[in-house]
C-alpha cells in the first residue's frame, strides 16, 4: 500500500511569489491535514480536509490556503510568500477525521 | 490557553538503557493525546494514540501513559536501540464543533550512543 505522497520535495522560491503544494494521501482515506514545520516554532497545525470540506483550521494568516479534491488529494497554497513561510510543509492522511494520521516526508520550502 | 509542554528537551542515553519522556498539557476540551517519533528529515510516525478512558498504551518496546486528571502523559522506551535516536513529539487535540484542532508540543530529541 503506497504511503502518503508529496510533491515536490524541494521548492525555492522569492519573496512575494505564490506556491501550490501537492498531498495524494493513502488510498482509502478520506481526510488530510497540513502542517508547518520549522525550528523556531515546531509543528504547528494548518487545516484540515474531510470530504472536500474543510473542516478546522489553526492559527495562520489568509495566505495559507487548501483544497481536497473528490479523489482526496490536497493542495495547499501560499500567496504573497515571505521569508518566514520557509519551513517543512507536512501533509498526513487519515480513514476519517480524529483517527490514526500518516505522514507524508513534507515538502522543503526555502523562500529567498 | 491550550498548550503543550515537553520534558527534557534533549537526553542522551547508552543503548540497552530504559528511558521516560513527558508530556504536560493544558489543551481542553481533551479529546485524544497522541505519541510521535521522527527521524531526521522525514515526517513523523505515529506510536501511540489514547484517549480520555484509556491509561496505557503500548506499542512494541514503547509504553504511552495518560494520567487525564493531572494533565501528563509519559513515553517510556525499554531497552532502546540506536535506531531510537530521534526527536519524539506529543500531541493532544481538542474537541471543537465536531472537529479536532491538534497542538503540538516542541518534542524532546533523543540520541542513543554505542
Known amino acids: 500500500k503506497a504511503g502518503v505522497t508529496q510533491t515536490p520535495r524541494y521548492l525555492i522560491k522569492t519573496r512575494g511569489q505564490q506556491v501550490t503544494l501537492s498531498c495524494s494521501p493513502i488510498?482509502?482515506?478520506?481526510?488530510v491535514s497540513w502542517y508547518q514545520q520549522t525550528p523556531g516554532q515546531g509543528l504547528q497545525f494548518l487545516f484540515e480536509y474531510f470530504s472536500e470540506t474543510q473542516r478546522n483550521k489553526g492559527n495562520f494568516p489568509g495566505r495559507f490556503s487548501g483544497r481536497q479534491f473528490s479523489n482526496s488529494r490536497s493542495e495547499m497554497n501560499v500567496s504573497t510568500l515571505e521569508l518566514g513561510d520557509s519551513a517543512l510543509y507536512l501533509c498526513?492522511?487519515?480513514?476519517?477525521?480524529?483517527?490514526?494520521?500518516?505522514f507524508g516526508q513534507g515538502t522543503r520550502l526555502t523562500v529567498v | 490557553k491550550n498548550q503543550v509542554e515537553q520534558s527534557p528537551q534533549s537526553l542522551i542515553i547508552l543503548e540497552g538503557k530504559n528511558c521516560t519522556l513527558q508530556?504536560?498539557?493544558?489543551?481542553?476540551?481533551?479529546?485524544?493525546l497522541r505519541w510521535y517519533k521522527q527521524d531526521t528529515g522525514r515526517g513523523p510516525v505515529s506510536l501511540t494514540i489514547m484517549t480520555f478512558s484509556e491509561n496505557t498504551k503500548s506499542n512494541g518496546r514503547y509504553t504511552a501513559t495518560l494520567d487525564a486528571d493531572t494533565k501528563q502523559s509519559s513515553l517510556h522506551i525499554t531497552a532502546s536501540q540506536l535506531s531510537d535516536s530521534a526527536s519524539y513529539i506529543c500531541v493532544v487535540s481538542k474537541t471543537s464543533g465536531g472537529s479536532y484542532i491538534p497542538t503540538f508540543g516542541r518534542g524532546t530529541s533523543l540520541i542513543v550512543h554505542p
Open positions: 498526513a492522511s487519515s480513514q476519517t477525521m480524529n483517527t490514526e494520521a500518516f
Open positions: 488510498s482509502g482515506h478520506r481526510s
Open positions: 508530556c504536560n498539557y493544558t489543551v481542553s476540551p481533551f479529546s485524544n
